[in-house]
């Protein structure tokens, strides 16, 4: 296989993997939107141990169904890859119509195509984990005891499933927008290279520095 060809391919998954470790040190230093958020799900565990009410189950329900549906289409578009890795001599034609410059390889493609399954893999295990762990948070919401004031330790317990569900959410989201310089590599090498860094800046801007992360900042002590 090419050498810029492979590093072009698998430099999404690199970044990927790399942004999730950068986001732990820059949190340290400016919290990130999800950070921000993770002390308002404090705040609404707080909430929720003082009234006995179907809200918290009709918003836990409507998460739930978010992570459900990006669950399922994910394993149809693991089934789909399936289907282009064990057919690709049918679609390198298709394929190859939309490459600038030099064309990929057969064997350059099915790599590619492995390494965006392996993606789409991993983005699947994420959303199926979080579904398990919002599940956790709904069971211990209903357990609470409404007649008497709930323990802080209990309260904290709580809201972090909620927030280790939300991380690993989080975790396939950006599976998918770091699928979106994998496909660009079927263009060039380099528009996946260049679509990979506007992705990071994008993430990094709407994590850190974006008017919504601004808002809940003023909100929220940290």
Same mark, same amino acid.
């Given at each position: 296989?090419?050498? @810029?060809?492979?590093?072009?391919?698998?430099?999404?998954?690199?970044?990927?993997?790399?942004?999730?470790?950068?986001?732990?040190?820059?949190? &340290?230093?400016?919290?990130?939107?999800?950070?921000?958020?993770?002390?308002?799900?404090?705040?609404?565990? +707080?909430?929720?141990?003082? &009234?006995?009410?179907?809200?918290?189950?009709?918003?836990?329900?409507?998460?739930?169904?978010?992570?459900?549906?990006?669950?399922? !289409?994910?394993?149809?578009?693991?089934?789909?890859?399936?289907?282009?890795?064990? *057919?690709?001599?049918?679609?390198?034609?298709?394929?190859?119509?939309?490459?600038?410059? *030099?064309?990929?390889?057969?064997?350059?493609? *099915?790599?590619?195509?492995?390494?965006?399954?392996?993606?789409?893999?991993?983005?699947?295990?994420? @959303?199926?984990?979080?579904?398990?762990?919002?599940?956790?948070?709904?069971?211990?919401?209903?357990?609470?005891?409404?007649?008497?004031? /709930?323990?802080?330790?209990?309260?904290? !317990?709580?809201?972090?499933?909620?927030?280790? /569900?939300? *991380?690993?959410?989080?975790?396939?989201?950006?599976?998918?927008?770091?699928?979106?310089?994998?496909? /660009?590599?079927?263009?060039?090498?380099?528009? $996946?290279?260049?679509? +990979?860094? $506007? !992705?990071?800046?994008?993430?990094?801007?709407?994590?850190?520095?974006? +008017? $919504?992360?601004?808002?809940? $900042?003023?909100?929220?002590?940290?």
């Amino acid at each position: 296989m090419n050498a @810029f060809a492979l590093f072009a391919s698998l430099l999404p998954l690199a970044a990927l993997y790399a942004y999730g470790l950068a986001t732990m040190i820059l949190d &340290r230093h400016r919290p990130s939107m999800s950070a921000l958020m993770n002390e308002q799900r404090f705040n609404w565990v +707080t909430q929720a141990s003082r &009234r006995d009410t179907p809200l918290d189950a009709i918003l836990s329900g409507n998460i739930m169904s978010s992570v459900s549906f990006f669950a399922s !289409t994910t394993a149809l578009l693991i089934l789909a890859m399936f289907t282009v890795i064990g *057919q690709l001599p049918q679609f390198l034609p298709a394929l190859s119509s939309i490459t600038f410059g *030099q064309p990929h390889s057969e064997f350059d493609m *099915q790599v590619h195509n492995v390494g965006l399954l392996v993606l789409f893999v991993y983005a699947f295990l994420s @959303f199926t984990l979080s579904l398990r762990q919002f599940n956790h948070f709904c069971i211990l919401i209903g357990g609470l005891d409404h007649t008497k004031p /709930a323990p802080a330790e209990e309260i904290r !317990t709580i809201a972090r499933i909620n927030a280790m /569900a939300a *991380q690993r959410f989080n975790a396939g989201i950006r599976s998918y927008y770091f699928a979106i310089p994998m496909v /660009a590599w079927f263009v060039s090498s380099w528009a $996946a290279i260049a679509v +990979t860094l $506007a !992705t990071i800046i994008m993430l990094l801007h709407r994590e850190y520095f974006s +008017t $919504a992360r601004w808002l809940v $900042a003023r909100i929220t002590p940290h």
